[in-house]
């Protein structure tokens, strides 16, 4: 079980396969009352980046773009975008590409996707991140974990998120949002299930 982190400000990842419950889930999270960015996810616009099966920098790129694509759709819900690393109020979505050009700061592989993308935005950003994902959480030998504090393979996430977020000391929570009330009652400060990634004391 977990809950909401102590924390005036958080970077929200919003899975691309979170779509078609998108504008669910922005009321949520705009009712929540809470100050957050959005890092959107790629989805099926990184999936057509996939299919293309470019060099490695060409797909990066084009990644990360299909990552706007999806925000603009978040945009057209009617949340504000931003193209900087900086607190605001309110819920806001960020587009990465310029700020992620003009720092080029993760390795150009699809080890790196909008998860460890999000988890270096908290980093920048201080703030705690919150992967809002179709899973209950990180899982390893089929089992649902409560808490992950090593690397290790979580089909749930990308390879480099586990290991960036516990060397950087970002604390991070995976939550399932497919049915949004996980997610309401989340935002809420009520305890859900679902997953912490910290590192061990």
């Not at 005036?8 to 998108?22: I, P, R, W």
């Not at 999270?29 to 099966?53: K, Q, Y």
């Not at 504000?80 to 700020?99: I, K, W």
Request: net charge negative; proline share 5%; aromatic share 6%.
């Amino acid at each position: 079980m977990v809950r909401i982190p102590d924390s005036d400000h958080f970077v929200v990842k919003l899975g691309g396969s979170l779509m078609e419950h998108a504008p669910r889930l922005i009321d949520i999270l705009v009712r929540s009352g809470r100050n957050i960015t959005i890092v959107p996810g790629g989805g099926c616009f990184a999936d057509s980046v996939r299919e293309m099966e470019l060099d490695d920098d060409s797909s990066h790129w084009m990644a990360i773009l299909a990552m706007e694509q999806y925000g603009c759709y978040l945009h057209s819900l009617g949340l504000a975008v931003q193209d900087e690393l900086v607190r605001g109020t309110g819920v806001c979505v960020l587009l990465p590409y310029s700020c992620l050009r003009e720092d080029d700061p993760l390795p150009h592989s699809w080890d790196v996707t909008s998860d460890t993308i999000a988890a270096w935005a908290a980093g920048r950003m201080g703030s705690p991140l919150i992967l809002l994902k179709s899973t209950e959480g990180l899982s390893a030998g089929g089992r649902t974990l409560d808490i992950v504090s090593s690397p290790g393979s979580y089909p749930e996430c990308d390879p480099c998120l586990v290991p960036y977020v516990l060397e950087n000391g970002i604390h991070t929570t995976v939550i399932n949002a497919n049915d949004g009330i996980t997610a309401e009652r989340f935002f809420r400060g009520e305890e859900v299930a679902g997953t912490v990634i910290i590192r061990s004391v």
